[in-house]
């Protein structure tokens, strides 16, 4: 994995030529100009197999040129249609859209009433599709369980009841904090069944950013489980869950699901109680009547990393979240309906909500659910699954794939893999290599990928190819979908000619955007984050290219944000995580380029006095980091010195740090504004 190509790959943050001057709030990275062309000079192209097109939901680029061009001209018309074709709506909309980018503002389906549960299980029960699988769920071990639709919203049904009989109800917002199971899913449905917000807390969590987010959002509710399976270990969640709620006082009830079993679980009294104690109660009924919502109700909040401040609420909302969640599901991985979608990640970040949750079940599919990890217990368990349980649609992170390449593919090829049919990718730019390897290991040069980009705001995916209609090229993500109107522009807001890499904004608003984030009512940090760099334009915080043919190539993070195996990483919180240690001073941390990862985390540490920078405080400080934060975010190197690169007005030079990181000390751009020169000799001496 040294090619040249590589390092784009695995590059984490970058773009070059006209708009790659600024320092923060938006700043130049490390990608110079060298990389996009080694990028776009990737040659290779494969056409979509032709079996594959004839029987696809889009099956030409003039097809889907006709759709673009449609959702382009009449948005509102695309929409509508599209909103009365694939949703049940319980009234109909007085206007389709609202917006101003300005304040912002955006509103889908004024007037309009719709239940995201409703569409999920309740319009799926009649004749066959109540007996059909909605979902099966593989656990750490290899065990698995189906719950047919009809059974499953069952358990939504009792277990929406179960939230009623403690208060919650529209507008309540429940936290939670669950592995991989499916009582994670039931929980989230059964929200949106009573129009209670969920707020899920990716289990791999810290106590302490579990409390964050259960504060921020004042849940009055938590559900939660003794314990997770991962990887053969015991995650002891209900501990972290306890440690958290010290500090929520908003929290009245605990819900515990049994995944150990056991109730060896310390449990407070008053609090909390068993999820199955609840579920059989006899004044819990297995009706619920689904809450008529309007269509700009919230149906979640999830927190997600940006370049200043703690973790952001984004907002989505019910109307047009679901829409656009079920129409992407339905064209990008070419659904039909005996296909068995196993998306990988985990439902704690927003493709598990989007691609595990409400796109297959809005589709009336049957998804794969897994507990594990990919490596457990041999890093062929992904392929075993599929096999095992005839997966057809196969979505993952490039993380996964890089990290499977690295263990040979004869672990692959013991597998036929002869159900699948669709491969696709997020999370994160994926290498050409990596593409590559993907698709001649497991889609055996037979199968289409789809490289598919988007964000937590975007709530879902925004560049992609439509597998029937466009011709793939490895590391790419293609093109908009029907009504995207994405962008590259310079720094001044200027179009970007084709092959110059630029910053990526939307200019028009999509159904599935955020709606804001919580606890932000007048707008004024969302405007900021999103709104402001480029007047009257969404800024996705994204580098890229658009090739002559009008193809996307992503280039990473282009803010202070790192994309660690596909996790999204502030890099203001590790460093307070940092600097919370009582031996640091003072913290800087940037991304790198890292094989497996895409970007590693890489801290500049200075100490305070009477402490060393020996091996043991490194990892007494890794420790401290994973404990603070999550183990995701535990920096891979540390580096000790005696101060940081800053300017005359004490601003830290980041972009020289990323350069150090990155290990391209030969060109350090221009350093004239430094402060302290002699600082940065040191730092470049002593780079691990
Ligand atoms: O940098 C982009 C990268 O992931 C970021 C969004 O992270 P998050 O909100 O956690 O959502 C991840 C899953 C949708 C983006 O700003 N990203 C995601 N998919 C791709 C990507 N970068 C390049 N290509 C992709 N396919």
């Not at 094989?595 to 801290?603: D, F, M, P, T």
């Amino acid at each position: 994995m040294t090619d040249k190509k590589q390092t784009r790959a695995a590059s984490g943050a970058g773009m070059s030529g006209a708009g790659a001057k600024a320092d923060p709030p938006v700043h130049a990275a490390s990608i110079s100009g060298e990389a996009i062309e080694i990028l776009m000079h990737e040659k290779r192209r494969f056409e979509p197999p032709p079996g594959f097109s004839r029987d696809a939901h889009i099956r030409s680029l003039e097809e889907y040129q006709q759709l673009y061009d449609r959702s382009m001209t009449d948005p509102e018309g695309f929409w509508a249609e599209m909103a009365e074709q694939n949703l049940h709506w319980f009234r109909h909309w007085d206007k389709v859209l609202e917006y101003d980018f300005d304040r912002p503002q955006v509103a889908w389906f004024i007037g309009a009433q719709i239940n995201v549960c409703y569409n999920c299980l309740d319009r799926h029960l009649t004749g066959e599709g109540r007996h059909k699988a909605a979902i099966v769920w593989e656990s750490d071990s290899g065990e698995y369980r189906t719950f047919t639709y009809g059974q499953l919203a069952l358990e939504v049904n009792r277990f929406a009841n179960v939230l009623r009989k403690h208060g919650a109800g529209r507008g309540d917002r429940v936290s939670i904090y669950l592995p991989m199971i499916p009582e994670l899913a039931i929980a989230m449905l059964a929200c949106a069944r009573i129009g209670a917000i969920h707020s899920v807390v990716f289990g791999g969590f810290s106590a302490g950013s579990l409390a964050d987010r259960i504060r921020d959002c004042g849940a009055c509710m938590l559900v939660t489980c003794d314990g997770g399976m991962r990887g053969g270990k015991v995650v002891p969640m209900k501990a972290h869950a306890d440690e958290a709620l010290r500090s929520c006082p908003t929290v009245e009830k605990v819900i515990v699901a049994e995944r150990l079993g056991g109730r060896a679980t310390a449990m407070e009294e008053g609090r909390d109680s068993w999820w199955r104690d609840e579920m059989e109660a006899d004044d819990v009924d297995d009706y619920c009547r689904p809450q008529e919502l309007d269509a700009e109700d919230p149906l979640f909040i999830l927190y997600t990393s940006g370049s200043t401040g703690a973790p952001k609420g984004v907002l989505h909302t019910s109307g047009g979240y679901l829409l656009y969640a079920h129409l992407t599901f339905k064209w990008i991985f070419d659904y039909k309906p005996g296909d068995l979608h196993f998306c990988t990640a985990d439902v704690g970040w927003i493709t598990g909500h989007t691609y595990v949750v409400y796109g297959p079940l809005s589709n009336g599919a049957t998804l794969l659910m897994f507990e594990g990890v990919p490596a457990y217990p041999g890093p062929d368990r992904l392929w075993r699954i599929v096999d095992k349980h005839q997966v057809s649609i196969f979505y993952t992170a490039p993380t996964v794939i890089r990290s499977l390449m690295r263990e040979g593919a004869h672990w692959v090829e013991k597998h036929p893999l002869k159900s699948l049919r669709l491969l696709g990718s997020v999370g994160e730019p994926i290498n050409p290599e990596a593409w590559m390897w993907y698709f001649e290991n497991v889609g055996h040069g037979r199968l289409p990928i789809v490289d598919t980009y988007w964000q937590t705001e975007t709530g879902g995916i925004i560049i992609t190819p439509l597998p029937g209609a466009m011709t793939m090229k490895p590391g790419s993500a293609s093109r908009p979908f029907p009504g995207v109107a994405p962008q590259v522009v310079r720094r001044d807001g200027s179009p970007a000619p084709p092959g110059e890499g630029g910053y990526l904004v939307v200019d028009k608003p999509w159904p599935g955007m955020l709606r804001g984030t919580y606890g932000d009512p007048e707008h004024k940090r969302v405007k900021e984050v999103y709104f402001e760099k480029f007047p009257g334009k969404y800024f996705t915080g994204d580098g890229a290219a658009v090739d002559a043919e009008g193809d996307y190539w992503l280039l990473g993070r282009i803010d202070d944000v790192v994309n660690v195996s596909g996790h999204r990483l502030g890099t203001a919180e590790i460093e307070s995580a940092l600097v919370s240690q009582e031996s640091v001073a003072e913290a800087a941390v940037v991304g790198f380029p890292h094989e497996v990862k895409g970007s590693g985390v890489y801290a500049f540490v200075v100490l305070r006095q009477g402490y060393d920078g020996s091996d043991d405080m490194r990892r007494v400080l890794a420790a401290h980091v994973a404990s603070e934060i999550s183990p995701i975010a535990r920096p891979d190197k540390i580096e000790f010195v005696s101060g940081l690169p800053k300017t005359r007005s004490g601003k830290i030079m980041r972009r020289i740090l990323r350069k150090v990181a990155a290990g391209e000390t030969q060109d350090l751009g221009d350093t004239s504004t430094l402060a302290d020169p002699e600082v940065l000799d040191e730092i470049v001496a002593e780079r691990l």
